[in-house]
């Protein structure tokens, strides 16, 4: 049958490009330049680190207001009248309460607070003096959650994030050299070949994620550094770590920023400049030493000898809601700490020491050079690939799920003969095999994709590359593992059951079920671009697969349902499979009759179907048209939900 040929088409493709990229990754990757590990793996050592422009970021009146949905009511006033500075070769502390406002200001001076239209953004930022627009300087934004893929390892995915961002002019030799480096500088030759691991599979430390995530931020040298509670969850053994890191690069001429809660003693030793904020206002901002201790002191709270500055500061400027009395206590001290403070301007005295002279910002520190299309997908396919067939846990579920799910079916439908019963029986095994290969490889996507993409947003938004190239490199590096499970259901399943005895008919069966998984996928991916977590994705697929499945062609005739649901027939990726499914069995069987009703042979089964006049390959381009939908949706989804950042205007501008 020339029909049945056709959708073998995709699984030799599939195989094909299995082996190519086999060959391809089967030479293993020139490995880096062996690095001699001195003795000090500890971030102290003594590799030079590359010279960046000295910036001081200046902010003057930053005002961060939420606004109710008629657009004029503020509901809530997020930073009020944010002043300060941040100077080269100095660490800024942000500290304060759990919702004082820390992570909004740092995402207003990283220029990435997510924009919304309920968000009213004012304020002027100065780099060196001169007013600027956000993006007009270099900056590194560490955030609070560390995202990686899994299964690359340190070095990988610092080489990766190298190859992205270092202008294509730099040799190969010379960036595994730079990556080299920066894993020496942040300590991180140790855990260099280690995969940095997730829930399943344990690979590096919260300490060891944290620096990588600081390294991946200093690939592109940038002038400012920005991170948010970078100490958050690691002992403290591992967040005195991370600080002497972050305290390092301010040493090497950084410009460091880092929002912090309650940091040990030891810390808050190491910060040169606090800015300490309550619900939205500055309480302190200068330098975080004597210079604090003294300011408070003046105010009549004197810090006790021996106790932590960071704990003493944290018990005036936090509201205490345990009473009634208590509340209106603190919050009085609170706002009269914000009114001496914007009136006695200790700021401007305090800070204002030597300011570097004007740095001439030439468009080369600034803009991001990306590297050309093939590089990219290039790139992105190793990255994918390495992270598909790596997942040693996911792939091990995968194939069981697989075999098991065959070997139940097998066994519920075991030998089926040519009964006339055996037509509704072999219906619903091919039902079964069409709605557990789309679950499969849906539940597998929608699990899985919330959380990359994340990663891949973010990596956007620095323009690291773009989507066609990102999409494109997973979707074929993903093909030949995504193709093994269907086809190993199938190789179980199809003997099982005994299903239509020839190889040319098992050959489209296994394609049939590969390219319905592809587009169960692509739903997936779909659903995964559509919805902000991994629950929600989880909630909203199986649902829509559901009515898939109802209008899959064997439940509901779709010449019997109603006109408003006609269509959903024809956009089920289930009843094609199933359809094709029933055609590949069920043409050119002859059944057992014993009475004048019975069925005589599979044409008229499918007849009853009401798939008599169709075929094979009509089916599957029908399949391939809802998959050709579901990835460009994703496509179309992905663009138009890239992180957009919300824009600071002037306060005279925005009245
Ligand atoms: N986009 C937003 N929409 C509404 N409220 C927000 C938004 N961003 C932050 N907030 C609120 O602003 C306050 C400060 O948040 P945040 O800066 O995250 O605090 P911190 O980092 O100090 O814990 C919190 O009460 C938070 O709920
Ligand atoms: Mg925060």
Known sequence: MAAAAAPAIPVLV????AALVLKFFSRRPPAAPEIQEEASDDGKDASSAPEVPPITLSWHKICCALQAKDGITTVKRLLKNLSGEAKAGRLLAIMGPSGSGKTTILNVLAGQLAASPRLKLTG??????????????????????????????????????AELQLPGSSTAAERSRYVDDILQRLGLVRCADTPVGDAKVRGISGGEKKRLSIACELIASPSVIFADEPTTGLDAFQAEQVMETLKKLAQDGHTVVCSIHQPRGSIYSKF?????????????????????????????????????????????????YSSPEKESASRKRVEAFVEIFA?????????????????????????????GWWKQFRLLFRRA???????????????????????????????????????????????????NTAMAALTKTVNVFPKERAIVDRERAKGSYGLAPYLAAKLIAEMPIGAAFPLLFGAILYPMARLHPSAKRFGSFSSIVTVE???????????????????????LGPSLMTVFIVFGGYYVNSENAPVMFRWIPRVSLIRWAFQALCINEFKGLKFECDKPYDLPNGEQALERLGFGDSTINKAMVEEGRILLFWYTMTYALMRKNKPRYQRIVAPDESS
């Not at 900056?139 to 990766?160: G, K, M, N, P, W």
């Not at 300490?276 to 330098?287: F, H, Q």
């Not at 030597?354 to 803009?367: C, D, F, N, R």
Request: hydrophobic content about 45%.
């Open 124 to 161: 002027l930022l100065f780099v060196n003096g001169t007013p600027c627009v956000s993006t007009s300087y270099k900056v590194a934004y560490v955030r609070q959650e560390d995202l990686f893929f899994s299964q690359l390892t340190v070095r990988e995915t610092l080489s990766l994030a």
């Open 385 to 435: 690939w390495l992270q598909a067939i790596r997942d040693g846990p996911t792939n091990k579920v995968r194939s069981r799920m697989s075999v098991a799910a065959a070997m139940i079916f097998g066994s519920i439908y075991w030998r089926m003969g040519r009964s006339q019963t055996s037509i509704q029986d072999r219906m619903g095994l091919l039902q079964v095999a069409a709605v």
């Open 517 to 539: 998984s592809f587009a169960a996928s692509a739903m997936g991916l779909c659903v995964g671009a559509m919805v902000p977590s991994t629950e929600a994705a989880m909630a």
């Open 343 to 371: 009136t006695t301007l200790y700021a401007t005295r305090s800070l204002s020491g030597t300011e570097p002279a004007p740095v001439k910002l030439s468009t080369q520190h600034v803009t991001q050079q990306k590297v």
């Open 272 to 320: 040169d400049d606090l800015l300490l904020l309550s619900e939205g206002s500055v309480i302190y901002a200068g330098p975080a030493q004597n210079e604090a201790l003294a300011y408070f002191a003046g105010l009549g709270h004197s810090c006790p000898e021996h106790v932590n500055p960071a704990e003493f500061f944290a018990d005036l400027i936090s509201i205490d």
């Open 14 to 17: 599939a195989g094909g490009v």
